[in-house]
């Protein structure tokens, strides 16, 4: 039953090992089953936090531009241990995070044109801010697209 339950996991969509040992716990499969199961999908390489965790960051980052931080978090909550995750996020650059950032922009600076000025920063910061971007570092990018707009420039590196 724990192998079925961590295959059926699978075929959905990659899983953690912790999200995995959390399902088979919901199930009521006992803890030595539930690591035995997990240690033989481990072996036959099923189960592998380290490339889990890079894919998530490489995909989430690309499709939702989120930063370190927010990948950080979403890691640590789908389980993923703090070594495991560091590797994974050591191939978030700065260059890939603000590129990222500037992606995000592009949206909300066109919906927000003709707003009040002091309005429309707070929104384009904000919404850098909800994908774990630092204050400071949001600040920076909202002004120089709002400036690069002025000239207009468009909004690429």
Do not use: H, I
Not at 86 to 96: G, I
């Amino acid at each position: 039953m724990a192998r079925a339950v961590a295959l059926r996991q699978l075929a959905m969509a990659p899983r953690s090992r912790a999200q995995l040992a959390e399902k088979m716990a919901a199930k009521d499969v006992p803890g030595p089953v539930s690591d035995a199961v997990l240690d033989r999908l481990e072996e036959v390489g099923l189960v592998d936090d380290a490339a889990f965790a890079g894919a998530l960051v490489r995909t989430r980052q690309r499709s939702r531009g989120l930063a370190r931080r927010a990948l950080a978090q979403e890691l640590r909550t789908k389980g993923v241990d703090d070594d495991t995750a560091a590797e994974a996020l050591a191939q978030v650059t700065d260059a890939s995070e603000q590129a990222a950032a500037r992606e995000v922009l592009r949206r909300p600076l066109a919906a927000t044109r003709g707003m009040d000025p002091a309005r429309r920063q707070r929104r384009l910061t904000g919404a850098l801010a909800r994908r774990g971007y630092s204050a400071g570092l949001a600040f920076r990018l909202v002004r120089e697209a709002l400036d690069l707009e002025v000239t207009g420039e468009p909004l690429d590196d």
